[in-house]
């Protein structure tokens, strides 16, 4: 439908509204009834001219309608075959891309997976073969780690039985103890088994030699060292700890306690008696656990030293101790022989006032050989202003003429006279 027809329905139906409306105005009217029957009349036919017009337009605009679709359809279709024939192509030609691509891949994938079993090949068979040469190594190793704890097994067995012994232990106890002053002094100033107190028959293991009363130090004063090891008592008190079994442990330190004054009870009696010795004995402890038990105790180190005059002392300590008394030595050997570094300056000073004479002989030897040296000198230059006119000759004529041997006969090489001039 057009604008114009719309536009035409709108002046009917104005028309129409406005007959209604003047009949309903003036009801009683009969002109102007006959006139709107004439009106209403003049409007169905207006308005079945209208509808029919409308139908033809209708159908017009539906013929338009189904030819414009008809022509779309066909053009669909034709554009649909076109699309298809597209597809087709490019669907081929993507397959044969695809089989080309997979082809090449399958070639590519083929390269590498032989270059890959060729590298892991030679790699698994290097890496295998290493592994196996480190492993047989280890194995070797191992063979002789067993070898060698096997050695240590007995030898271990054979020092458990060499401690299980008490005079074995104290051997180990009198090395350790030899091994630990002899870093220290010299072989001059400790001695083996020393009767410290004359006459006792008893002797310690080491004794240190401190300087006596007498001035000649023939009769030295002597340190007594002695070397303890309660090794079964200990070797309860370290099983009662491993065990948490603190009634054990106490017991075992206890015995050790007990053991430590009867020995210190010991060298008191048998090894210290001043003024032969010195007012105290050093009691050796090998290990420094068994010297740290022994510090545990309450007390007891004080007491060794309070009512026996022994000093307990571990390797470090002793050790210390040991260095302490060499510096000793050293400052009264010192102050020993400063009395003879005076007379040797004394003497020197004798001595130097004798050189001086001497000194003053000899400065004057040496200005009469001065005074003579320049009268040689003199001398000499006068024969050099005589000689000035007489021609030199070559060196090596003049070395045939005057040898430097001064032996020379004035020959010349073949044995015949040296012409003369």
């Known amino acids: 439908m057009t604008d114009w027809n719309w536009v035409l329905l709108a002046l009917l139906v104005l028309n129409l509204l406005l007959l209604l409306w003047l009949a309903l105005r003036r009801p009683d009217d009969g002109p102007l009834r006959d006139e709107l029957a004439r009106h209403a009349q003049a409007t169905r036919g207006d308005l079945a001219t209208f509808q029919q017009m409308l139908l033809n337009q209708s159908g017009d605009v539906a013929r338009t309608q189904n030819e414009q679709i008809d022509s779309f359809r066909v053009q669909l279709g034709a554009l649909q075959q076109a699309i298809a024939a597209q597809s087709d192509a490019v669907r081929e030609a993507v397959e044969r891309r695809l089989a080309a691509l997979q082809e090449g891949n399958e070639k590519k994938l083929e390269q590498m997976r032989a270059t890959v079993d060729e590298k892991l090949h030679a790699t698994l068979e290097q890496r295998l073969g290493e592994s196996f040469k480190q492993v047989a190594d280890r194995l070797e190793q191992v063979h002789k780690g067993l070898g060698e704890m096997h050695t240590l097994a007995r030898d271990v067995g054979s020092l458990n039985r060499v401690l299980t012994n008490v005079k074995t232990r104290g051997v180990f106890g009198e090395v350790q103890l030899a091994g630990l002053i002899?870093?220290?002094?010299?072989?001059?100033?400790?001695?083996?088994?020393?009767?410290?107190?004359?006459?006792?028959?008893?002797?310690?293991?080491?004794?240190?030699?401190?300087?006596?009363?007498?001035?000649?130090?023939?009769?030295?004063?002597?340190?007594?060292?002695?070397?303890?090891?309660?090794?079964?008592?200990?070797?309860?008190?370290?099983?009662?700890?491993e065990r948490a079994d603190a009634a054990a442990a106490e017991a075992a330190a206890r015995a050790i306690e007990t053991r430590f004054r009867l020995e210190a009870k010991t060298i008191r009696e048998k090894y210290v008696s001043p003024p032969h010795t010195s007012e105290f004995a050093i009691l050796f402890v090998p290990t420094e656990g068994l010297y740290a038990e022994a510090l545990r105790r309450p007390g007891l180190a004080e007491s060794l030293q309070r009512e026996y005059r022994v000093t307990l002392a571990g390797p470090t300590t002793l050790l210390a101790t040991l260095n302490s008394l060499s510096m000793g030595f050293r400052t009264l050997a010192l102050e020993r022989r400063s009395a003879e570094v005076w007379e040797v300056l004394g003497a020197v000073k004798t001595e130097f006032a004798k050189f001086g004479d001497v000194l003053a002989r000899t400065k004057k030897k040496l200005d009469e050989a001065s005074n003579t040296i320049e009268l040689a000198e003199r001398r000499t230059r006068a024969m050099a202003r005589e000689l000035r006119a007489v021609e030199a000759l070559p060196d090596d004529r003049a070395q045939r003429l005057l040898p430097p041997d001064g032996d020379g006969d004035g020959a010349d090489d073949d044995g015949r006279g040296a012409p003369t001039r």
């Open 182 to 241: 002899e870093q220290v002094f010299t072989p001059e100033q400790y001695g083996r088994n020393v009767e410290t107190v004359p006459g006792s028959n008893a002797r310690v293991e080491f004794a240190i030699r401190l300087p006596g009363r007498d001035p000649d130090g023939s009769r030295p004063m002597w340190l007594p060292i002695d070397a303890k090891f309660p090794r079964e008592d200990y070797e309860r008190l370290l099983d009662a700890q």
